[in-house]
């Protein structure tokens, strides 16, 4: 694993972990749902001897218990209804855009991915423990190296008053990191400098024998520090292999409502590649997290990104916008490691043509799930709304209880 602890592992997004949250509530709440039937009301009815919304102001000392439970059921089908206009708004509010085009906010890990990892520590000695007086900084600009990409560390010494100190490097090796019978990969030595008392760190595996190693490669340093031995380690995850490579420029241009964007990969292993890209506006503000999850065949493929008309009229940014950042992989299930990784695409890759807002659509994503999922959401919410009624007929449409998502909704609608 990376010293600096991310995962190669696939996770779920935002999106997704909130709609299963989402559908999780609604579960529980579907079952509690079918116990606010004429069962559930009836035996509080018939120990009150009225009907709900009958009892007269004249009612006996006797008869007050019974309007206090008729009131706790009425409270309890109340709170039955919010809960499942709760669950219908949120997960309707929460899928409106498609999960390959959502806005960077739900991602703020994403929105710089190669920005460097820095930490800072207690030196860590040879012979074990800590020196708390000694702080170490490091920084390592890669986790992830496809064929021909370097990674470079840096290391100083500090100490609690943040004043730099001599460091000086005794030993240095990159090494494959193998398990069980797998047959080692020969040691390396990396490049090195010591500039400034810090020192700086290359490795490019593809130029040493580490050139077709597959994995998590380490390397260690040992250092002396005020005369103390100290040591530290840096992982990243190699690729050898390039399952793609990008050829010329992305493109832009306004398809079915969406700012559709084009990349060209010629692609050598056919399979399922995951491809992200971020999105700004012409103020550099972060906006989208692009996302593409699909099979690509052999040779040259279009990959079509495209950014949903309803976000870019909601966050209603300002053009022109700029495509930055763009990385992906061959996803290779039941493998350790499991991608093979394309080229990154650091930095500003395009920079749209601008669009008028008002050209894009405004219309929610829909989906054969997502109107599966609303259709038994808004099932739930009649369920509960008709047990309400039949019990109380006074409550009206007007007087039907609602969620604070619903109200939110609705005024966030008439604001221009």
């Known amino acids: 694993m990376p010293a600096n602890g991310h995962s190669g592992r696939f996770r779920l997004s935002g999106l997704q972990i909130a709609a299963l949250t989402i559908v999780i509530a609604a579960l529980i709440a579907g079952v509690v749902l079918q116990l606010r039937t004429e069962q ?32 706790r059921s009425k409270a309890m089908l109340e709170q039955q209804v919010v809960m499942a206009d709760q669950t219908l708004c949120q997960y309707q509010y929460q899928t409106r855009y498609p999960n390959t085009s959502r806005p960077v ?9 190669n920005q460097p990892v820095l930490e800072r520590h207690a030196m860590r000695k040879a012979g074990g423990g800590t020196d708390n007086t000694i702080q170490m900084q490091s920084s390592q600009n890669r986790v992830y190296l496809a064929q021909n990409e370097s990674a470079e560390f840096v290391l100083a010494a500090v100490s609690q008053n943040g004043q730099k100190l001599p460091l000086e490097a005794e030993k240095i090796i990159s090494k494959g990191l193998v398990f069980g019978n797998t047959r080692p990969v020969a040691d390396v030595v990396p490049d090195m400098q010591n500039s400034d ?41 190699y690729s050898p292999q390039l399952p793609a490579q990008w050829v010329g420029n992305p493109a832009d241009s306004l398809q079915e409502g969406a ?29 989208a997290l692009l996302t593409f999850n699909d099979l690509l065949s052999q040779g040259m493929n279009s990959v079509r990104m495209p950014l949903a008309g309803n976000l870019i009229r909601d966050l209603n940014p300002v053009f022109p916008l700029r495509l930055r950042d763009i990385e992906g992989y061959l996803l290779k299930e039941d493998a350790d490691p499991d991608r093979l990784l394309l080229p990154r695409l650091d930095g500003e890759r395009l920079q749209t043509r601008s669009y008028a807002v008002k050209g894009f659509s405004d219309q929610e994503w829909q989906s054969e799930e997502r109107t599966r999922y609303l259709t038994e959401f808004r099932k739930d919410l009649m369920l509960a709304q008709g047990a309400l009624q039949k019990a109380w007929p006074e409550v009206t449409t007007q007087t039907m209880p609602r969620s604070d998502c619903s109200r939110q909704r609705e005024v966030s609608a008439q604001v221009p």
Do not use: C
């Open 40 to 71: 559930a009301i009836a035996p509080v009815v018939a120990a009150a001897g009225v009907r709900p919304g009958t009892a007269s102001p004249q009612a006996t000392t006797a008869a007050l218990p019974a309007e206090a439970a008729l009131g």
């Open 105 to 113: 906010s739900e991602h703020p890990d994403q929105v710089y991915p």
């Open 197 to 237: 008392g810090m020192l700086h760190i290359r490795l490019t595996p593809q130029q040493t024998s580490l050139a077709t190693f597959h994995g998590t490669i380490r390397t260690e340093l040992q250092y002396r520090v005020n005369g103390q031995a100290g040591q530290i380690f840096w992982d990243v995850i």
């Open 259 to 287: 700012l559709q964007f084009a990349l060209k990969l010629q692609v050598n292993l056919p399979g399922r590649y995951v491809i992200t890209a971020r999105v700004d506006d012409a103020r550099g503000t972060p906006l």
